[in-house]
């Protein structure tokens, strides 16, 4: 008796933890979703969460939370919570609000009619709104954040009789179609013309839609230009009707010549420039794989210009190998003199096993419990392999070598994050590389680690990618100067080996003339002892505090190439060297395709003519040099991950937690036999 009294109090222990944390986790979603719309409302989010509210509902006898809802503040009809684009797109796009489609016209005041039904058409209006939502429990009264519901079924209109219809409540929606018939041929009164526009505005306001339209770049599909709405819109704001086929030829033929006589403009301008490409490997992100050769245009004065696109799997979006002869012949095609491109080979993806690890590292705990379980011990006299299996998991250092190259993996993939968010210059290099060998010696300390082994391997691949513009640059950038006891500010020859001294020399003297060589080689010297005045050298090297990031910038990157074409005006050879190194851009990264373009561009591709493919590239033209000027190299899918990812990370903790405390783990059975498959395949 006493033993089922206390296997009964743990059951109650059990379920009441249980309902905790999914209490806590509806809070928290709440919570997420909250703070996603204050950001939206203040310009950093998606246009529905103005019209879109959270609201949490209360379980009316112990007032705890119970779910998390969103309420339309146009119709206060309820839904769910869990995909709000969806609710947006379904409920205020397609027209299943009333109220939102009422936005796009004037309100128009008509005389007074007898109802059709009793009661009155402004409680059926009401009523309606609300129809197919899952609102058990909510009563009609706005409350911004929390309500609770306590009201008796069906009194609405107390003394008021229930309107009954054949149809049921389906009959509602037509029923105020009829009213709204009946209002217009008793007193039509047409709509009112929209506002009268001179051709200067309509000209402008056109302009503003067509730039629009294609920095957008398949985020707007064509066929929506034929929208009945938006014609709509268009007419009520004053403008006329514009086709889809205007859109596809007459005014992308007049935004590409435009934006490319922009671009040439800025190159004819500058007295060098540096080209770059993008997209001969594969990437892989979102949804698929962006299959774009790309080249792009470095200014000395920090613009980056698009120049070109190309479709390696013949226009399709599709990725395939390109031959380095083919390859040269692009690069050949977009400017004369370039030297031969080869064909790099794929680089393996870490994605899937960095998730592996992570998840295998968030089941340790469960790993270890269930090798320990009576059921384990069965398995483990029939197959001998379980028993290395539960060795393995009991053992510590497993565990630590696994961390170790989970965390390896990350220290590796977020300085390529941190290398593709900033778009280091060339003389950025040497000191990139200082930093990833003392995260590497932290590594090896933590985890225990041999360093000779990490340190053999960094240095292989060093001189592998190393290049002596990266000395040159690093020694001419006034950003390195190193204050010395003396006061003076001198270039960092100290940090360079003796091979790295012989390639700045060797570099100087191949960039200038035979007869300007000596020239350019005392003025390097010169340069190494008398260095740049301290009140300057300060001045190129003061820093700011990022806004985005939070981390310390220089204040003035142009800084460095202005010292030497003014202060440092009297090193005539290597000045001009300098103007010509320190602009040069490490990476090829620029802007990122979305992927709803690529889809687009893969769907239509493979239907498009020769003159359609030149289309797509006139599209992706503009709409790359409009993303490189406003600076914004990421693609819409990354911005709304960082809109979402506050509620999902919070999420996913709170199931994990969930997960770790339940009992029940101890006698996975399946996950028992899944991890033992998975332990023989790594041992084969």
């Known amino acids: 008796m006493a033993e089922s009294e206390g296997t009964q109090n743990d059951t109650q222990l059990v379920v009441v933890a249980t309902e905790d944390m999914a209490v806590r986790a509806v809070n928290k979603r709440y919570e997420g979703l909250s703070t996603v719309r204050s950001k939206a409302i203040k310009g950093k989010g998606a246009w529905y969460w103005v019209h879109l509210e959270p609201i949490l509902v209360r379980n009316p006898d112990t007032n705890d939370a119970k779910a998390v809802k969103l309420r339309c503040n146009l119709c206060e009809a309820v839904f769910s ?78 003394g008021q009789q229930h309107l009954l219809l054949s149809g049921g409540k389906e009959d509602l929606g037509p029923l105020a179609m009829l009213e709204d018939s009946v209002k217009k041929l008793k007193s039509p009164k ?54 889809r086929q205007d859109f596809m030829s007459s005014r992308l033929d007049s935004k590409y010549e435009e934006a490319k006589l922009e671009s040439e403009a800025k190159m004819r301008d500058a007295e060098f420039y540096q080209l770059v490409s993008d997209g001969w490997k594969t990437k892989t992100f979102g949804h698929g794989e962006e299959g774009l050769i790309k080249f792009m245009v470095n200014l000395p004065n920090g613009t980056t210009l698009f120049r070109k696109t190309f ?80 060795e393995l998991v009991q053992n510590m250092g497993f565990w630590n070598d696994v961390e170790a190259v989970n965390t390896l993996i990350k220290v590796i993939r977020g300085m390529v994050e941190e290398i593709e968010a900033e778009r280091p210059l060339v003389g950025q290099c040497l000191p990139l590389w200082e930093e990833l060998r003392a995260k590497m010696k932290d590594w090896c300390a933590k985890y225990s680690i041999h360093e000779g082994l990490v340190e053999k391997i960094i240095e292989r691949r060093f001189k592998k990618n190393y290049h002596p513009a990266w000395s040159t640059a690093f020694i001419l950038d006034p950003v390195y100067l190193i204050r010395d006891s003396s006061g003076k500010y001198l270039p960092p020859f100290k940090y360079l080996t003796c091979e ?73 050879i290597l000045g001009k060297i300098a103007v010509r190194l320190l602009f040069l851009h490490a990476t090829s990264c620029g802007f990122k395709c979305s992927w709803s373009f690529m889809r687009w ?84």
Request: glycine share 6%; charged share 20%.
């Open 81 to 158: 919570a869990s995909n709000p684009s969806r609710t947006a797109s379904e409920h205020l796009k397609r027209g299943t609000c009333p109220n939102f489609n009422s936005l796009l016209k004037p309100s128009s005041s008509s005389s007074s009619l007898p109802p059709l039904s009793s009661p009155s058409s402004h409680s059926n209006r009401k009523r309606f709104g609300s129809i197919g939502t899952s609102n058990d429990g909510l009563n009609s009264n706005r409350q911004p954040r929390q309500f609770q519901h306590h009201y008796p079924p069906h009194n609405h209109h107390h």
């Open 190 to 243: 047409p709509l009112p013309p929209g506002p009268h526009l001179s051709k200067t505005q309509v000209d402008s306001a056109l302009g503003l839609l067509t730039d629009w339209f294609y920095e957008s770049y398949g985020s707007v599909s064509f066929p929506s230009l034929d929208h009945p709405k938006f014609k709509a819109f268009m007419n009520q704001v004053g403008l006329p009707e514009i086709s």
């Open 311 to 390: 479709f390696p799997g013949g226009g399709n979006g599709t990725s395939m190998a390109v031959p380095a002869t083919y390859a040269e012949e692009i690069m050949w095609e977009t400017v004369t003199g370039v030297p031969p491109l080869l064909y790099c080979e794929n680089l393996q993806n870490f994605s899937s096993i960095s998730s592996m690890l992570d998840n295998t590292l968030s089941c340790a705990r469960v790993l270890q419990l269930v090798v320990m379980d009576d059921s384990y011990k069965l398995v483990v006299i029939e197959d001998s392999v379980a028993t290395e299996v539960a």
């Open 500 to 572: 790295q001294e012989k390639d700045v020399d060797k570099l100087i003297t191949r960039l200038v003339s035979r007869e300007e060589a000596h020239i350019a080689l005392m003025e390097l010297l010169k340069w190494r002892s008398e260095g740049l005045d301290p009140l300057y050298a300060q001045a190129v090297q003061v820093k700011q505090r990022d806004p985005f990031t939070g981390k310390m910038k220089i204040a003035n990157p142009q800084s460095s190439r202005l010292i030497w074409e003014t202060i440092l005006k009297e090193l005539t």
């Open 601 to 684: 561009v893969s769907t239509n591709g493979q239907t498009q003519s020769r003159v359609g493919l030149e289309k797509i590239q006139k599209m992706i033209f503009i709409a790359a040099n409009s993303k490189l000027r406003r600076q914004e190299f990421g693609s819409e899918e990354e911005k709304e991950a960082e809109v979402f990812g506050i509620t999902s990370s919070e999420d996913d903790d709170m199931l994990n937690e969930v997960f770790l405390s339940k009992p029940e783990a101890m006698e996975a059975v399946g996950m028992k036999k899944k991890m033992h498959a998975t332990f023989h395949q790594k041992r084969t």
